[in-house]
């Protein structure tokens, strides 16, 4: 070590002292200082991050699965007022949604069906008397019917394209009732 040697405030000198016993040098007390109140402030900061940042997040996550899985049934809760809660109305919007999209699916099937249905009976129908008596007449009507029938499946290919295309609200009113 190096002591520096003063007389009245003004420098004379330095001494330089060894010894063969080692010392560590002190300890650096701004960086410790420093240190302790980094984790500190990491004490205060982590718990309100995980609750109002990282709960939420996994929370969304979970309703993003439940979602996907076909849990459509359950309103998504909105439980806050922030950016977060912005986000569970998206996505109970996006829920509101997919399920109407779904009954009219359901409904369009059901229609389709029923329409489908009618001149296949006809046909059937028309077949069986066209083999029993030989009339011409019949084959007409069930010329007729599959016309009427090659629309309805015409339409329904022309509603499945607008659909694709995003124009499927525009097709809805032209579907054949």
Same mark, same amino acid.
């Given at each position: ?10 420098? #004379? ?24 109140? %980094? $984790?500190?402030?990491?004490? %205060? ?10 709960? @939420?997040?996994?929370? %969304?996550? !979970? ?8 849990? +459509?049934?359950? @309103? ?22 997919? #399920? ?8 369009? +099937? ?5 329409? +489908? *249905? ?18 011409? /007449? ?8 599959? *016309? !009427? %029938? ?9 509603? $499945?394209?607008? #659909?694709?295309?995003?124009? /499927?609200? !525009? #097709?809805?009113?032209? $579907?054949?009732?």
């Amino acid at each position: 070590y190096w002591v520096r040697l003063d007389r009245g405030g003004v420098p #004379q000198g330095a001494l330089r002292l060894e010894s063969s016993v080692w010392h560590p040098p002190p300890p650096n007390l701004p960086v410790i200082a420093a240190g302790c109140w %980094m $984790a500190v402030f990491a004490l %205060m900061i982590v718990p309100p991050l995980y609750l109002w940042v990282l709960r @939420p997040l996994r929370r %969304m996550v !979970a309703v993003a699965h439940h979602l996907g899985e076909g849990g +459509l049934d359950e @309103p998504v809760p909105v439980t806050r007022s922030d950016e977060f809660g912005e986000l569970e109305r998206a996505f109970e919007s996006l829920r509101q949604r997919i #399920q109407l999209m779904l009954k009219l699916r359901h409904r369009l +099937l059901g229609d389709i069906s029923h329409e +489908l *249905r009618g001149p296949l009976g006809r046909v059937t129908i028309g077949l069986s008397l066209a083999e029993e008596s030989g009339e011409p /007449a019949f084959f007409q009507d069930i010329k007729r019917e599959l *016309r !009427a %029938m090659d629309e309805l499946i015409g339409e329904l290919l022309e509603f $499945a394209r607008a #659909q694709s295309a995003g124009r /499927a609200d !525009a #097709q809805i009113g032209r $579907a054949h009732v």
